[in-house]
């Protein structure tokens, strides 16, 4: 009886991760493209070498960083599927995310220092769980960049 009550409680917890990590998982994604519509403006380059329009200009060094967690059924998701290989898709979510909303997070502390142009981003990536490998998989990802103000008529985005 015993295991019955464990099966149940497992399938519960699988039932209630699976609705509402959906629910908070597109949430956060609304959030995430309502945010880049309004930060849109704020260009994002991988160069390392800045035009030579922005000798002199002032720079500053800008990051945004996030950890963001799975929840209960993405975890047995992939916890399943590495038992017999393959893409972890369940997982591929946590990253995406994590990659935007750090992007965004270093557009908003740009924005804050009046910059408009972030030049040599780069992003780092880390996931994090117990020593032995198991638990809940969680993603930091960090994003970092030098931004500029630059005046629109040198905008590199804009130039043919």
Known sequence: MEWLFQIGLFLVMLLAGLVIGTLLERRHYRSIVQR???FRHIKVFNEKRTPIELAGQPFYLVQGSV??????????????????????????S???R??????????????????????????????????????IACAEVLAYGTAWKVPRKSRPAEQP
């Open 94 to 96: 946590l990253l995406d």
């Open 36 to 38: 880049e519509k309004a």
């Open 67 to 92: 950890v963001v967690s799975s929840d209960y059924f993405k975890t047995v998701a992939a916890g399943l599927k590495s038992l017999f290989g393959g893409r972890l898709t369940s997982l591929e």
């Open 98 to 135: 994590g990659r935007r909303e750090a992007i965004l997070r270093m557009k908003e502390q740009a924005h804050r220092k009046g910059a408009n142009v972030i030049f040599a981003v780069r992003l780092e990536t880390a996931t994090l769980h117990e020593q032995n490998g198991r638990g």
